[in-house]
């Protein structure tokens, strides 16, 4: 009887989890009506802020995601961020037979250290990629990449480390190519770096990061890789899995030759205790602490702990890259949807939203999660669209199934037709694809004048503007 009846999907957030879902949504019910609703009038989420700019081939995703959106049922509306400040999370429920949160992570994990949030030159790795990507709200973030000391620090050791340890050491011509934002190129041609150093807190086998972020900075042309000290780092690597075998390889293989113009090293075994300022400007980082730590007896050394020795690293700039967070959307909480606020994830069982209670999950009606926001800041692309799919064949077996949805059965949800009214009493302006496209053709345009593929808007005046 479900499958005639028209169902009606908001998707919060248009990153690759939301259209990955909304495609498996078409693929298996074509009749379905989605509404995918985005804070930024700009879609596509990490795929276009995250994503490095030297990885073109990466955002080939786009492609499939433009389709989706083409879709005759199926409406985009950008500019619109779901929380009580703009369009309640309250407004979506009465006219939506389901919803699915796929929103991401938009904050950044800090390390609450002494000197974190008081010295300038710290910054978070998400503002510093969000920055040279174009995300508005980190345009003028403005690094000091002039520093004399040239150095800068990495804490983190996943493939976003490596990602901004690269845009800091690759050749400006290089990044010229691509689709990286004009005054982030500006800027990194002034720069004075000339040496990056990648701290981590575990050993070179607990590192998050894979061989082809590895191998890139290895190929990258005059910049040189300190070698890892032969006491830290596996020599004979015959009996490691494969994966980790090739990675360790890579990083004891180095670079043909160390010193070069430009360095970068791996360091392991440390964690951070304090940001510090000996330099004439009391404002200003000059070095970090580091408190050596060694691997825990029967862990795998996967757990570490403090060896109560010390050592200050040097360096004006730093980037924290801990990791990416998710929070609730504001009035979610108070719609009754569990949010595990320790792992930053929204509470679900396979992606249905879902209670924790003593005697097991309770789902809640309606709701879905995936991507990010479902199973932590951590997974590839590829990673987020097997989840997408998963979430997207759950709405649809579910809703051909009977399971309870929003509403009563039989009532007639109208989706975007009736939260318009909403949205426009508050005084919003909705973005629709035709007006992405409109952005999309101009930013390509400004591109093409100066021999990129893009050049992107960097405030959401400008990209309004366009529209
Ligand atoms: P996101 O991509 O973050 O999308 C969430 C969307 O929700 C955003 O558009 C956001 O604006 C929107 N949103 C947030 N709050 C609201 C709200 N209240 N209302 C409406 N909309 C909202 N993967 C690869 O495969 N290859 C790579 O090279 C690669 N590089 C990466 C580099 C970086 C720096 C990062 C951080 C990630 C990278 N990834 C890469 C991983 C990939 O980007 C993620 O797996 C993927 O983007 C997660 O998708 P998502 O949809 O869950 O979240």
């Not at 770096?193 to 981590?200: A, L, R, Y």
């Not at 590192?207 to 910049?223: C, D, G, H, Q």
Request: net charge neutral; proline share 7%.
């Amino acid at each position: 009887q479900r499958a005639n009846a028209p169902f009606r999907l908001a998707i919060i957030g248009s990153g690759p989890s939301g259209f990955y879902t909304a495609y498996r949504v078409q693929s298996k019910l074509p009749t379905a009506r989605i509404d995918m609703y985005e804070a930024l009038p700009v879609p596509f989420g990490l795929v276009r802020f995250g994503v490095a700019p030297d990885h073109p081939e990466v955002k080939f995703c786009i492609n499939k995601f433009d389709e989706v959106a083409r879709h005759p049922n199926f409406t985009y509306i950008g500019n619109t961020p779901i929380g009580s400040e703009s369009l309640p999370f309250s407004a979506l429920l009465p006219n939506y037979n389901a919803v699915l949160l796929s929103y991401g992570a938009s904050k950044d994990k800090t390390l609450n250290l002494p000197g974190e949030s008081t010295l300038s030159g710290i910054h978070s790795a998400r503002a510093f990629v969000g920055w040279y990507n174009g995300l508005p709200e980190h345009r003028d973030l403005n690094p000091n990449l002039e520093g004399n000391d040239g150095k800068a620090v990495v804490i983190g050791q996943g493939n976003v480390a490596l990602d901004v340890a690269r845009i800091l050491l690759t050749g400006v011509d290089e990044l010229r190519k691509t689709d990286i934002t004009e005054y982030a190129l500006e800027a990194l041609s002034k720069s004075k770096i000339k040496e990056v150093e990648v701290v981590g807190r575990r050993g070179p086998l607990q590192a998050a990061f894979t061989i082809k972020e590895v191998r890139e900075l290895m190929t990258l042309p005059s910049v040189g890789f300190e070698p890892v000290p032969p006491s830290i780092i596996p020599q004979d690597t015959s009996a490691l899995p494969r994966a980790k075998k090739r990675l360790m390889d890579t990083i004891n293989k180095g670079t043909k030759s160390y010193p070069l113009e430009k360095n970068w090293k791996l360091s392991f075994f440390s964690s951070p205790t304090e940001f510090l300022s000996s330099s004439p400007n009391p404002d200003q980082l000059s070095h970090i602490r580091f408190e050596k730590t060694a691997p825990v007896e029967g862990t795998n050394g996967d757990k570490v702990v403090g060896t109560g020795e010390y050592k200050d690293v040097y360096a004006s700039l730093a980037f924290r890259s801990i990791g990416y967070k998710s929070e609730p959307i504001s009035g979610m909480i108070e719609a009754g949807i569990p949010f595990d606020e320790k792992k930053g994830v929204v509470c679900n069982t396979l992606g249905r939203v879902a209670k924790p209670t003593p005697e097991g999950d309770i789902q809640v009606p309606g709701m879905y999660t995936t991507g990010w926001v479902r199973r932590g800041p951590t997974g590839i692309i590829a990673s987020t669209m097997m989840d997408a799919f998963d979430a997207g064949d759950n709405i649809v077996n579910d809703w051909l199934g009977g399971v309870e949805f929003l509403g009563k059965e039989g009532d007639v949800r109208m989706g975007w037709e009736a939260v318009k009214r909403e949205h426009s009493r508050i005084g919003l302006k909705a973005v629709h694809w035709s007006d992405w496209d409109k952005i999309d053709k101009a930013e390509k345009e400004r591109g093409m004048k100066i021999g990129k593929e893009r050049e992107k808007f960097g405030t959401e005046e400008d990209m309004m503007a366009v529209v």
